[in-house]
């Protein structure tokens, strides 16, 4: 049976739904249900999400399909088409990144108004906030939404707000953009969790995803970066059981560790909250870390973490 293509991108729609790594099929069916109201478009940004590179559409039932598509700061074009199995072709084309994807199409500019200036943030402002956005990235898991967010409000105290919100994208845009160039020079399979890229080599990616899916088959529910600490994680885990008989996670204080160089410990258990079902979901982390190329020190003790000492940290950025 074919396996349907998998595109690197991300698909938002009117009604809040956002879908992840569609399939071209998928796609196709988002274009035919669009015109409804409440649902009327969809914006698509690659995987990882570049800042200013996006394409997106508008159609109301009965009316044109308004394809535009923006290629940096500068570049923003539009066009109006009636057909929309063209629509779904072009959208697939520069999902795919194709060259002359956009070709046969009379384009024309997009007027974005006038340029917001942004004034600089001050040193000492500027290099508290590049400090945390850093952290944040080296972990890997939090959107460019998510970053600037934090960025804006890591310095606020009462009513003072250093860094307003068009400083902060602003910052975390560049940050993001130097995080991407250095995840080209990445090689090989590497430890945290993570997605593949577009065309990544068969386990060329996280050891720790390839753990944590096994796990996740033989009925261990498997989490990165649950949870604010290990109590929330502990209390929180219970939501995603999901017919699960055990579980491992770890959480964002761990993650930030692993990121800066150290450690990483997972938490485990089992849901019927006995030691002897404790002890056994360790076990089966600890094999299902081995197989994928990890060291687990653990030492038996359902009261202890499972640890992982000095991992690679480079998590892909998937926002």
């Known amino acids: 049976m074919a396996i349907d293509e998998v595109l690197a991108v991300k698909a938002e729609t009117e009604n809040w739904q956002t879908h992840t790594r569609i399939s071209v099929p998928g796609l196709r069916e988002l274009v035919e249900r669009i015109g409804g109201t409440g649902d009327r478009f969809l914006v698509i940004q690659q995987i990882p999400d570049i800042p200013d590179v996006l394409v997106q559409v508008w159609h109301e039932r009965g009316g044109d399909y308004r394809l535009e598509h923006r290629r940096g700061e500068d570049e923003f074009f539009g066009t109006n088409l009636t057909d929309r199995s063209r629509v779904a072709d072009l959208l697939t084309g520069w999902a795919r990144q194709l060259d002359g994807w956009d070709a046969g199409v009379d384009w024309e500019p997009v007027d974005l108004g006038p340029r917001e200036e942004v004034p600089e943030l001050p040193d000492e402002v500027r ?30 105290e009462g009513d003072e707000r250093p860094v307003s919100g068009a400083q902060a994208r602003q910052l975390v845009d560049r940050l ?35 753990a944590f899916g096994a796990l996740e088959e033989t009925g261990i529910t498997a989490r ?37 160089g150290h450690g ?49 940290w480079h998590k892909r950025l998937v926002g």
Request: hydrophobic share 35%; aromatic share 8%; with cysteine.
């Open 127 to 156: 290099e508290k906030v590049e400090e945390r956005v850093r952290l944040s990235l080296r972990c890997g898991y939090d959107s460019r939404k998510v970053l600037a967010e934090t960025a804006e409000h890591y310095l606020v």
């Open 224 to 260: 990165e970066d649950f949870g604010c600490c290990r109590g929330c994680g502990t209390t929180e885990i219970g939501a995603e059981r999901e017919g699960a008989r055990g579980f491992v996670f770890f959480h964002r204080q761990v993650t930030e560790h692993a990121a800066d």
């Open 264 to 312: 990483l410990s997972l938490y485990y258990g089992g849901f019927g909250d006995s030691a002897e079902t404790t002890t056994a979901v360790g076990h089966e982390v600890v094999t299902a870390l081995t197989a994928a190329g990890l060291s687990g020190v653990w030492d038996g003790n359902p009261d202890k973490a499972i640890e992982l000492t000095s991992p690679t």
């Open 176 to 210: 993001w953009l130097e995080r991407l160039a250095e995840q080209e020079a990445w090689e090989g399979v590497t430890d945290p969790m993570g997605v593949p890229p577009a065309r990544a080599k068969p386990r060329a990616w996280g050891r720790l995803a390839l």
